[in-house]
């Protein structure tokens, strides 16, 4: 073997390596996927599972997008809110959704609090602050999302009477920040 | 009681019997709902279960919708397009998607055929011809469908060689047709 074609050897076998590490690349993905292989994360929040089952920058969705998420007893997410609709399916466990209905006004304000079941499915008005919370001591409480118009972009409020215009926007969202950058790379 | 309380309490009658009796009104829909509890139908269609989680017909959704559906063994899917996004999680049983991805020639062609099973995931690329088969003699094959920009405006095709140009457009689609000219009333 000569030099030439030993560096492109050491070159092909650079770039099959990075191609196939890289959890971010859509590339080779298998169309049919088991989602029990998927990566899968608390992505820094205690006590939350967070799969992405069918994404925009992990799997190039554009109006769709499918997460699976289990929360321990006692976690929950943050009070927030966004422009996109959101579709919850209980698979598991049970809890309690807090729902702010009246957030036109210049704050969320009290929550109604809705008890949810394994079974059960709501899905969240558009604009309105909620949160989800594993309110049942003794089991895991897991969910799919299902949200429109990915990558989400949330406004996240630290109390129910934090006025609308000191949310904070987090965006991109915990489970969108690893790959997103490289997302944006492959749309150029 | 004289003649006008009686006429009253008639009409009043009348009306909440209609209100509560229409499966096409999201009026007084509660916000939590029991998945087993809701409405559930073959809608013509041997060996479908079809049940309408969150959709736009029945639950004012704009942007996404959700189906659960099930399949007894042998029953299929037409062959079928459509320009939204769709992705499915196969939730008991396994089958076959067939999938032309060659759908930018005159017709689809012949479709490749993926094994899918039970917690696998996979999505169909927009415009692209599919059919889903539950081809397991010995079980039933269940999944959560989820589309974007509902509600759903399917081209159906008699095999994969009939030309893009001869397939049907079926709008609205089975389950949509019930409610469909009463949400359009409700919409006015
Ligand atoms: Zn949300
Ligand atoms: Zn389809």
Avoid at 5 to 26: D, H, Q
Avoid at 118 to 139: C, G, M, R, Y
Avoid at 176 to 187: A, G, H, N, R, V
Wanted: hydrophobic share 35%; charged share 15%; net charge negative.
């Amino acid at each position: 073997m000569n030099g030439a074609s030993l560096s492109f050897l050491i070159i092909s076998l650079l770039f099959s390596v990075t191609a196939e590490s890289s959890p971010c690349s859509i590339n080779g993905m298998p169309l049919v996927r088991n989602i029990s292989e998927l990566p899968q994360s608390d992505y820094g929040r205690g006590g939350l599972s967070h799969i992405t089952v069918a994404g925009s920058v992990l799997h190039g969705m554009r109006e769709v997008e499918v997460w699976l998420q289990t929360f321990s007893p006692g976690s929950r997410t943050p009070i927030h809110m966004h422009s996109c609709e959101e579709i919850f399916i209980v698979l598991k466990g049970s809890g309690t959704l807090y729902l702010a209905s009246s957030s036109h006004e210049k704050y969320p304000g009290k929550p109604q609090e809705y008890p949810i079941f394994s079974n059960s499915t709501f899905h969240i008005p558009v604009n309105d602050a909620h949160q989800l919370w594993n309110t049942n001591k003794n089991e895991d409480l897991q969910v799919l999302v299902i949200i429109s118009r990915p990558p989400v972009k949330v406004f996240i409020y630290e109390d129910w009477f934090m006025p609308h215009t000191a949310a904070k926007l987090k965006f991109p969202y915990y489970w969108d920040q690893e790959c997103f950058q490289t997302s944006l790379k492959d749309e150029l």
